[in-house]
């Protein structure tokens, strides 16, 4: 008999098979003795089995075993704070109090960097006028650039 | 709260429906009368008092908190079996204990040694107290592998198919056919030698 034959008989006995291959397993068992003993062997250890999974006392008494437990429960089980907001709110708060920190952070961190991106450039930079009528200058002066251009105009 | 008295006189049924509305002393009497149980089940698969006491402890921990979950589709006991079961086999994953190395997968994929042995012949539950059955085949069940002892308690004592239990031990639906083939095998000619000597 070849192991997948074996395989065979036992999910027979397991009621694993579809109709089909259990009916051509129930024959093949009733003319072969080599099955038939088989399946005898593999029916009674599975008999014996069979709701005598072994019992056994735990060794510990009752109040010390359950105060292991109790032990782990207890976290689950302490009061809510008493600063009265309603779940959803305190989620939200959880969520949002290191955002809020990481926010401020990032102002503090980037702020200055933004403001000096920000820094009028050198086409918006005021024009000033000369007040004399026959020299006309114009000035530019840009920060970020660091220097300021005079042209001065005299035709 | 109910007194100790009250509770030991209640159904699961009332005790599980107090325990979830966070009734502590009901869900105490449920883990008094079935910490035996579960404590069994976890020492079935894991063979070590210690970790048997661990697993079936968290197993009531986890329980309590999925506690509302629990609709009453099976039993208490068996919803609470189940967790300490799939607690005990991520226990044995973690440990690798459920793989087999490559001798005993040959083994497994052949038959084992037990496959050429002549069918036994003695029924090992015949004119046997069932105390002394179950002895027996907890002494048998020593002498399993960890990987073989998992199939025999997944599909022999909690009742899952093949492909249930093929699913819960990651293994292929082939895989459990063998490893069930070769731990009755063994067990057959363990309990039959067992018997002998009783007889001898």
């Given amino acids: ?155 | 709260m109910a007194h100790k008295s009250d509770n030991s006189s209640a159904s699961d049924q009332s005790l599980v429906r107090r325990a979830q509305r966070g009734d502590t002393a009901a869900f105490e009497e449920l883990v008094a009368r079935h910490r035996d149980k579960l404590y069994a089940r976890a020492f079935s698969m894991v063979r070590n008092e210690d970790e048997a006491i661990d697993l079936s402890q968290e197993a009531w921990v986890k329980g309590w908190r999925r506690l509302k979950q629990f609709q009453g589709e099976a039993s208490f006991v068996t919803w609470m079996t189940r967790i300490v079961m799939n607690l005990c086999l991520d226990h044995l994953r973690k440990q690798k204990r459920l793989r087999t190395d490559s001798i005993e997968q040959m083994d497994e994929e052949l038959g084992g040694v037990e496959r050429q042995m002549p069918a036994v012949s003695v029924n090992p539950a015949a004119g046997i107290e069932r105390a002394e059955l179950r002895a027996q085949i907890d002494q048998a069940m020593n002498q399993l592998t960890d990987a073989h002892r998992t199939v025999l308690v997944l599909h022999e004592f909690e009742g899952l198919e093949y492909k249930e239990v093929a699913k819960r031990m990651g293994c292929s639906i082939g895989t459990v056919m063998s490893r069930l083939f070769y731990a009755r095998r063994r067990i057959a000619v363990l309990l039959g030698g067992l018997r002998e000597e009783l007889k001898a």
């Fill in chain 1, 1 to 155: 008999m070849n192991h997948q034959a074996e395989l065979r008989l036992q999910a027979w006995l397991d009621g694993e098979l579809p109709p089909g291959g259990a009916q051509a397993v129930a024959a093949w068992v009733q003319r072969d003795p080599e099955a038939a003993a088989l399946a005898r062997e593999l029916g009674a250890t599975k008999t014996a089995l069979l709701g005598n999974e072994p019992e056994r006392a735990l060794p510990e008494s009752r109040e010390f075993y359950w105060s292991k437990i109790e032990r782990e429960l207890a976290p689950a089980e302490a009061p809510a704070p008493a600063h009265g907001r309603p779940a959803w709110l305190r989620g939200w708060v959880k969520f949002l109090a290191p955002a809020g920190i990481l926010v401020i952070l990032a102002l503090l961190l980037f702020g200055p960097m933004l403001r000096s991106h920000h820094r009028p450039t050198l086409a918006s930079t005021a024009e000033v006028e000369s007040p004399l009528d026959d020299i006309s200058s114009f000035t530019f002066d840009s920060e970020s650039e660091g220097m300021t251009v005079i042209w001065v105009n005299t035709e």
